[in-house]
């Protein structure tokens, strides 16, 4: 589709960030589209953190990474994303991104909330190195995904040190999904 969708976009833009060898963390492997994603961008030498909260999500993941021979590359954790600073070091990590809201065809109950979301990007922030890159696609179209998606955006404009950047399809319907990105600068 053209424009892309945010979710299209975020490959567009960090495939030019990622290099071979980097680790990186998928927040919200769902159906591991994202996960593949930066599983072929990090390339043998690299490593993905992938984490859900979902079982049926962890499944999934594992399921299309061993169709495209990449489960190798890929630590997969069922759990929040909460703790994702757990699984790497400080300043290490080349881009986190977050794809928030719902699993698509499964209980729409469970879906990314306000608090752990901010938790796991004040990790995200801290695991970043420099030149690093944070994307986060927010959903404001549903219910609760409005407040998540303003208290997500709020948070990340507050960030100090960081390049801060926002795209979104203008839709004459519901609030349509943008895309936030924020890319660590350097200390000095
Ligand atoms: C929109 S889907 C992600 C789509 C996925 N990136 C893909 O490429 O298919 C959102 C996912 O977030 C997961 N999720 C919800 N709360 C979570 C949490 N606290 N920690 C980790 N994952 C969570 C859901 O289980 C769901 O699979």
Redo the contacts with the bound molecule.
Sequence with gaps: MFPPRPTHLLHVLLADIIQPGDTVI??????????VFLAEAVGDAGRVIA????AE?ISSTRRVLEEKRFENRVDLHEG???ELAQYVAKSSVAAIVF??????GADHA????VD?TLHALAGAVIALKEGGVLAVVCYPGHKGGDVESARVESCLRHLENFRLAKYELLSTQRASPFLLIACKKSDS
């Design positions: 998928d927040a919200t492997a769902g159906n591991g589209h994202d996960t984490i859900d909260i979902q999500a929040s994303h909460a794809n928030l809201g719902y699993l698509p469970v879906m990314t909330q752990s």
